[in-house]
């Protein structure tokens, strides 16, 4: 994938290397606090104000991509190395964070400087002085919306969300990445795009989520893989080795990125939202989800051996998103809805233990933890994969998103029952992170949504798309799925699930 100024290799392969060293002295060690990052409106009556504003208008008008006292230059590390939708993403942009931290005191003359946050929880609208357009005003930049409420949920810091990691039952890291892309895409314009960092309320929304991040953490009954500080391989979690790496010359060991001391940073408030802000008035209609979207027909796609370690179970082809929200049925054979059938049961062993293992102490969580994980290896997951997406032109710029839902009720009663089907978010943002990871492709793993649903039918699955906009969301098509289709994937040692036809499958089960 192309940067601004060419080919990915050429960015991460110049001679760059010499001065980031010099622009960063001591990068392998966190420097000491500076003061603890405030929230905007705190912020703005400080005297790091003027200095942020400053920095960022020396930085949005040099125009060397080489050099890291550019905006461009830091655009390009987002787009060449962040990880989205896959392990790390907390991880990594909070050493991301940091490293444009020191940068904003290098080019401020300020060594105190501290990155503000946003939060959005308490006021969704965008901070005033980012949406002034007046001349010469570095913090504006041509967006779709002002206001991200719809994209905000309590989910997150639900008392079940218990474990930190992509991959384990109830995590966390998923489930704010699912709050984090639809406001990129609400706000639209180039925060629709892996270039977002151009657009300088980037760096207060992620500041925003780290401290979120941080606040979880203290939470009782919350796991975070462990490391000591520095890292051991005699005590630490496996989790917290190597380096992230963001260009030539500037990376970061992975384990100080574990708590945000290690990297000498503080936050205001470590507390977490408890409320929702208000809805405004032109949105309360479209937040008030009462009912399932009508169901649609799509073409099928027959279920199909993927690779040694995958199969599609069920699919529709040439899915088209627009203005409207809709629903489609997804049928399984009967050997194939008998193996869902059992990978659901595992997963609601493993949630059951876990949840026990929230009243103990932390030893004998970890304890239980392990036992089950060397007892219980789950043999596979259930995902919903959305295949080859491409993004209409004027869809590009963002200003809308899709809630995407498993199993809907027909008649929703309650903001928690919406959740507790809720898949993830569909939107312009997140297809050009897929994108930049290869290829235009998103997945969902739905294993423990579904073995947290009362059902023991897996022959037929709900799936619901509904339309999100912003101030000025495109109009017609805007995404085309060429699939979607659910899958079990299997561990390689279970890989024989996948043999042969559906008969000789369903004979393994009886």
Known sequence: MKTHSGARRTFLKTGIGVTVLQCFPGLAAAQASSGPRLEWKQFKTTNQYPAFVNAIATMRANASQASPGSLSYWSNVHVNTCPHGVPYFISWHRGYLYHFEQQLR???????????????????????????????????????????????????????????????????????????????????????????????????????????????????????????????????????????????????????????GWLGTTYASNAVPTTLPPVPAVSAARAALLERPPFQSFRTVAGRRLSSTRRSVSGVAQVPFDEQSVSVLLRLGKSDAAELARVVALCRDVGELDSRSESRSDSSSDSLSESLSNSRQMPGTIKLVFDNLAVGTAAKKGGFFYALYLDLPAVVASQAEREASLIGTLGAFQIAAAAHHGTPRIEFDVSYLLARQDRVNFSELALSWVRVDGDRPPAGKAILASEIRVELAFAPDDAHMLSGDAEDIERQHL
């Open 106 to 260: 290098t080019v401020s003359g300020n060594p105190n400087l501290t990155l503000p946050y946003w939060d959005y929880y308490s006021y969704a609208t965008l901070p005033a002085e980012f949406t002034d357009p007046a001349p010469g005003n570095p913090l504006y930049v041509p967006r779709q919306s002002s206001n991200v409420r719809s994209a905000l949920s309590l989910a997150p810091f639900a008392s079940a969300v218990r474990n930190f990691q992509r991959g384990k039952s109830n995590a966390f890291e998923p489930s704010i990445e699912d709050v984090h892309n639809p406001i990129h895409d609400l706000i639209g314009g180039v925060m629709s795009t892996m270039q977002s960092p151009l657009d300088p309320i980037f760096f207060l929304h992620h500041a925003s989520v780290d401290r979120l991040t941080h606040a979880w953490s203290l939470l009782t009954g919350k796991t975070m893989p462990k490391s000591a500080n520095p890292y051991s391989s005699t005590n630490s979690d496996v989790y917290w080795a190597g380096n992230h790496v963001y260009a030539s010359g500037l990376s970061i060991e992975r384990y100080k990125t574990r708590i945000p």
